[in-house]
């Protein structure tokens, strides 16, 4: 492995014509099409269930070509720069279309979807503000809060309380409580991180 693969850095001969960015662009389209799943399945009370576990499906396959695309990428060393901005984008997507949705239909507190999606786009933006003075490598809290939020999102998304009671919702909600918490303290850990690489750089170039 070259020093310029272990640093994650496109690969000089890498088209953005491949496997991977193709899997992250289905990934977008299929946002949509999850959406209106979701939607059309209405409330827990009133849902249509067929419709719900559409959305499960989408949500999960959606979800499986996010791992898909990036061991592929890898693997086969197809690191692109359009893949490295459009998969996190892609990924805030899908995942802040089901926050927001579940907002609306009354089953997730608003405040709850605005800190995740404030913390997801805000150190999103953060990153591409700060990539001139170095790039800013997903930590294994922010992989961490990634599988905390993808699990509560799929336990609330799942048509599964008025089949075996209310303590689905409380597991839920209790994932949701988890993935609040280590996206609110990854979020901070990445500020600091993201202050610490721009002192570094601004020490460099006086030096």
Known sequence: MTAQQAAGA?????????L??????LRIVMVPFFIWFLWAGGTHGEQSTGMRWAAVITF???MYTDKLDGDLARSRNLITSFGKIADPIADKLLTGA???VLSLLGELWWWVTIVILVREWGITVMRFVVIRYGVMAA???GKTKTVLQTAALIALLLPLAPLVGQWWLW???FLTALALVATVVTGIDYVVKAVQLRNRAVRGEAS
């Open 10 to 18: 496109p690969a000089p001969n890498s088209s953005n014509w491949n």
């Open 20 to 25: 991977p960015n193709a899997l992250t662009a």
């Open 60 to 62: 999960g396959l959606a």
């Open 98 to 100: 089901a926050f927001v």
């Open 139 to 141: 930590s294994k809290g």
């Open 171 to 173: 597991f839920a909600w």
